[in-house]
């Protein structure tokens, strides 16, 4: 096994986050359980729903569900999974313009943030992010 792959299954761990072997890598449990496809509310100004009853931070976009929980990004195909960790510079525009308020459980440093504006993602990820951004041309930083 990769070692990275050991690294993020060891740090999921720590974060109280179930790892499970996946045949498409490696999916994890979210700490909740989402019985029947949640009610899905529009954010205003982005082609983003999310689920104000599910406990956790959970988006959909573009037909694929996506999950912010411990500092990390998970997607899936299903409204219940299976999760597997996403990359920061693969997370579709859309989903990280998503505002402050509109996620269940923001992680504490967001607190003093303004809630009709987006985190501030840069400075967490860095030139590594940024630099995946594009030019807005459809080019770069994944989907948007």
């Known amino acids: 096994m990769p070692r990275w792959i050991i690294i993020v299954c060891v740090g999921l761990g720590v974060l ?3 790892v499970l072997p996946s045949p498409a890598g490696v999916a994890v449990q979210l700490g909740t359980n989402v019985v029947a496809p949640p009610i899905l509310v529009p954010v205003p100004g982005v082609p983003v729903t999310y689920a104000p009853s599910v406990a956790v931070n959970y988006f959909v ?3 694929q569900y996506y999950a912010f929980a411990g500092n990390v990004w998970y997607v899936a195909r299903a409204y219940n999974g299976p999760w597997v960790v ?3 510079e ?3 525009r859309p989903i990280l313009a998503v505002p402050v308020g509109y996620y269940r459980l923001p992680p504490p440093a967001w607190r003093h943030w303004r809630h009709d504006a987006p ?5 967490r ?3 590594r992010w940024e630099g995946e951004q594009g030019n807005g041309n459809g080019q770069g930083h994944g989907k948007s």
């Open 16 to 18: 109280g986050v179930t």
């Open 61 to 63: 976009y573009g037909g």
């Open 86 to 88: 996403l990359a920061p």
């Open 90 to 92: 693969v997370v579709p």
């Open 119 to 123: 985190p501030h993602w840069a400075p």
């Open 125 to 127: 990820w860095g030139r």
